[in-house]
């Protein structure tokens, strides 16, 4: 396991802080879960582009048909 040290304005910290209390759990802990999420979340590069490209040819696989004729 590897430690990040990070700099955050005070206000920040008091939120996260205020957070963490309020979910009965420590600061680092919060951070970890946030980060698990956000890591969760990500789209694999080109996955967007990929589904509109399969949608778009699905759409219009007839006239794709008859072009490639």
């Not at 963490?20 to 694999?44: H, N, S, T, W």
Request: aromatic residues 2%; without cysteine; charged residues 35%.
């Amino acid at each position: 396991m590897s430690t990040v040290t990070l700099q955050l304005d005070d206000h920040k910290v008091e939120k996260l802080a205020a957070a963490a209390r309020e979910q009965g759990i420590e600061i680092a802990v919060l951070l970890e879960k946030l980060a698990d999420d956000f890591i969760a979340r990500l789209k694999p590069a080109g996955t967007d582009f990929k589904k509109a490209l399969a949608a778009s040819v699905k759409e219009n696989e007839e006239l794709l048909r008859r072009l490639a004729k």
